[in-house]
């Protein structure tokens, strides 16, 4: 495989100290990795290699590892974060891969790029406006575009640092500045956009089988936002709503989509619980909304979680200090199992572990500061 440098495996193999399973460390670097996150599909070559994002040599640049022999290729070539502008990001990438075309999509400075994971080849595909921000790049299913949102920069006037404890979070909801959901064509870099509003619009997920599909979501505190959760089709330029708040207060939020591309998973919590127990729910739904299935999952509600699933059978969490496994059966949500400790902080948005499941299913990937930098780690799946 082509690669601008390898690394040699820096995993370990240990034994968690509350479940005694066999956890596996992908990473060992004194700077920050992070896998995918969970609504994206970061693997490719058959599902033997993953890509991430790391920081090493003062410098973010986008990685992949063959899972069974731990061997690390770097796949960009960027130097010193210094050469980028300091009023504008450094790279971002979904890690989503566009699986028709052998594609992931990033941006960087002032431009969203197209990275040919086998020539390693970059394109521009789109320039930023002046005082614009945009965060998306995922490929829809049919591999033609990628969809983000390009929304004005108010960061001049509303102080935000959201990926530390979400700061400036209810002033960048209440400043209801115009977002647009954009389609931007691979190969003519042509953007349309396909939805608009004075509204915080996040979390662009495209359906991984339906090319007409996508959600987004109203972005804010989560008791506060009018819906969480929408489908746009893009056959008809119209969007609905997905699972509507059915009392005031109720808060809904981590939706992701099935590997079928139908099904819709989230989490809910119940405003009136007081205490941690039996007042959060897993969920999922059909995309036009029928086959609802919630249940109670004894899932604490004021505590930082996520949540994954690649079906209706296995669902994953990281509530508190543990990766938990809970299993759907006959409407009820049995668990939480935990299989490992991931130990981590949930300081930093990208260093929650922000657990999902590998495509077969097997395994949990997930990112831990156990040992002080962020770092990815994968354990097995094992027993009932």
């Known amino acids: 495989m082509k690669s601008f440098e390898v690394f040699a495996p820096e995993g370990e193999v240990f034994l968690d100290r ?194 007409d599909l996508l959600t987004f979501c109203h972005e804010g505190p989560w008791d506060l936002v009018d819906n969480r959760i929408w489908l746009l089709d893009l056959t008809t330029g119209k969007a609905a709503k997905i699972r509507p708040r059915k009392e005031p207060g109720e808060q809904i939020g981590h939706e992701y989509w099935f590997a079928d591309g139908e099904h819709i998973g989230y989490q809910c919590h119940d405003p009136k619980s007081e205490d941690n127990s039996g007042n959060s729910w897993f969920g999922y739904v059909k995309y036009d909304g029928s086959g609802e299935i919630e249940a109670d999952c004894k899932y604490p509600r004021n505590t930082p979680d996520h949540l994954h699933s690649n079906d209706d059978k296995i669902f994953v969490s990281d509530t508190g200090k543990s990766i938990n496994i809970f299993r759907q059966e006959n409407g009820k949500f049995i668990g939480p199992r935990p299989i490992c400790m991931h130990d981590g902080s949930f300081f930093w948005g990208a260093h929650h572990p922000h657990p999902r499941l590998s495509p077969d299913g097997r395994h949990v990937i997930f990112n831990s500061t156990a040992a002080g930098y962020c770092n990815i780690y994968m354990v097995e799946i094992m027993g009932g």
């Open 18 to 211: 509350a479940t005694g399973a066999r956890v596996r460390r992908l990473t060992n670097w004194r700077g920050h990795s992070n896998h995918p996150y969970f609504t994206d599909n970061g693997w490719f070559a058959g599902d033997s290699r993953m890509l991430f994002i790391s920081d090493r040599g003062n410098a973010r640049n986008i990685f992949s590892i063959h899972i069974e022999s731990g061997e690390i290729h770097r796949l960009t070539d960027f130097a010193a974060v210094e050469s980028v502008p300091a009023e504008r990001d450094d790279i971002y990438c979904s890690m989503h891969i566009n699986q028709k075309r052998g594609e992931v999509y990033f941006k960087r400075g002032g431009g969203v790029f197209a990275l040919d994971l086998e020539s390693l080849e970059t394109r521009q595909i789109f320039a930023i406006p002046e005082g614009f921000r945009f965060h998306g790049t995922r490929p829809l299913a049919c591999g033609n575009y990628i969809v983000g949102v390009l929304s004005e920069d108010i960061s001049r006037r509303v102080a935000q640092n959201l990926s530390a404890g979400y700061v400036g979070m209810r002033e960048t909801f209440e400043a209801r500045h115009e977002h647009k959901i954009l389609r931007i064509n691979v190969d003519s870099g042509q953007a349309d956009a396909i939805w608009q509003e004075n509204a915080w619009l996040g979390h662009i997920n495209p359906s991984p089988t339906r090319p």
